[in-house]
């Protein structure tokens, strides 16, 4: 049958309706969006990438958006955070020593703002509380320390400004809310960082590997290379710089310590160790830590990353050789097991909505691609969402993310 012109026009019209219908569905739909950088993009000599995806709030499908992946600034991102005001994503590109920090879109688009570079050598984890950004690097700079001379890691502080509210994409020399600014002073040592050290083994070279930031706390794990034992440093902000709890001495935690994270309230700290397959799990008050009842917590092998959930019921480790997920409940902050859930190969990072505290979601780095599950309310049991797992750049490494509406930027 051929149309006549009055019905192809009454047709089109019908036919953009439903698609302005279908849009504005998937726009109110969407309840997340969830940054996922990739250590490689292919052809581009490790400089790296940006995948954004929206949550749909049905079904826990990640869509990633129009125009996504994004350039991550610079070689090999590892670690991402995102600002309290969900307006400023920050990604850490370790083999530049640099951070980038991005303004976000009201449609989760991605914009550079600003690169600062890290006071030491490859970073490899970073944290936001309040308007501080604290950052964790291999080593300390050069030239005393180098992958040829190791010695200890570092942590520095970075305050976030909140200037003014350029928009994004803006040109303007003036800076945006969400730049950072001069690294925090070790006045001790006049330099723009703290050394990781053992009071009692100065010599002993420490280095980081996670960071957690909960209200006026930093807690970073990291290993000792030549004792061969794990351990979590505390510090407390105070007067715009960094204090060492208890001296600067740190607690054991096993003897590779991978991820690390803090509950909502910052009452418990949980560190997970690859070596060991476990969680260890600490009360946290003003910044020191004492080992909880029955810690540690078995784990699937390589837990590579912890994360608790927004009301502080559940927890989760990503194990990565295993290529699955432990689900745990809180109860005074002892994990107990709920069970098991496969993810695809090799998870590193994990992450849960922050929107409904519904979606959790996995970054899987031989799998090149994130792996999503419905958080049942009532057990904290996983369920996969629909179409899981969902195509990333190469080499997937970390994850952050916001709630759909919550920056108005454009």
Sequence with gaps: MKLNKSSQLLLASAVSLATAGFLSACATLTTDFVFVSSAKAAGTNNYGEINVFEINSESGVMRQIPTSPFPSGGRNPVAEAVSSDHANLYVVNRDDNTIVQFIIGNDGKVYPQNTVNTPGIFPIATAIAGTNLFVADTYQPLPS????????????????????????????????????????????????????????????????????????????????????????????????????????????????????????????????????????????????????????????????AVIVDAKGLYAYVANSQDSTITAYTLSGGVLTSIGTYTTSTQPVAIGIDPSLNEFLYTANFLGNSVSGFQVQANSGSLVNSKGTPFTASANPTAVAAIPHGATSKQ
């Design 145 to 304: 320390c180098s992958t040829a001379s190791p010695c200890t890691g570092s942590i520095a502080m970075y305050p976030i400004q909140v200037t003014d509210n350029t928009t994004a994409g803006s040109t303007s020399s003036t800076p945006v809310n969400g730049t950072l600014g001069t690294a925090a002073v070790n006045a001790a040592l006049s330099t723009s960082y703290w050394p990781l050290t053992l009071p009692s083994s100065p010599g002993d070279i420490i280095l980081p590997t996670a960071i957690a930031a909960n209200g006026s706390n930093a807690y970073v794990s990291a290993y000792d290379t030549t004792s061969g034992v794990g351990y979590v440093f505390a510090f407390t902000v105070a007067n715009s710089a960094l204090s060492p709890v208890n001296n600067g001495i740190p607690v054991p935690a096993g003897i590779y310590p991978s991820g690390i994270a803090s509950d909502p309230t910052g009452a418990y700290v949980y560190v997970t160790d690859s070596s060991s397959n476990a969680v260890f799990g600490f009360a946290a008050s003003s910044g020191s830590l004492t080992p909880l009842s029955g810690s540690p917590y078995k784990a699937g092998n390589l837990p590579s």
